[in-house]
Nanobody, 114 residues
């Protein structure tokens, strides 16, 4: 199982970015897919999750600013981020949960700074 995350970059506060995570397997084998982030000197935390049935859940810290979605045909999950704040600066990771186990993609760095 492979995951490829992309879309990170540097933006000013208030800006927007869209992260993408493409998997090598389809949704028929995935229970959950999610975005996590890890800021310097902090623990990794869950940001947003989307289930097999497309139920979504986002962390309180990003609610109203971040939206998670997916494109089944492309085996891709997205994280649309708007109203970015300096505290959103982190390495963002995608993760999938299957019956066979949990898999992580490489991180993509998001930097929010003026």
């Amino acid at each position: 199982v492979q995951l490829q995350a992309s879309g990170g970059g540097s933006v000013q506060p208030g800006g927007s970015l869209r992260l993408s995570c493409t998997t090598s397997i389809g949704w028929s084998r995935i229970n959950f897919m999610g975005w996590f982030r890890q800021a310097p000197r902090k623990q990794r935390e869950a940001v947003a999750i989307i289930s097999h049935r497309e139920t979504t859940n986002v962390a309180d810290s990003v609610k109203g600013r971040f939206t998670v979605s997916r494109d089944n045909a492309k085996n891709t999950m997205y994280l649309q981020m708007s109203g970015l704040k300096p505290e959103d600066t982190a390495v963002y990771y995608c993760n999938i949960q299957t019956l066979q186990g949990s898999y992580w993609g490489q991180g993509t760095l998001v930097t929010v700074s003026s």
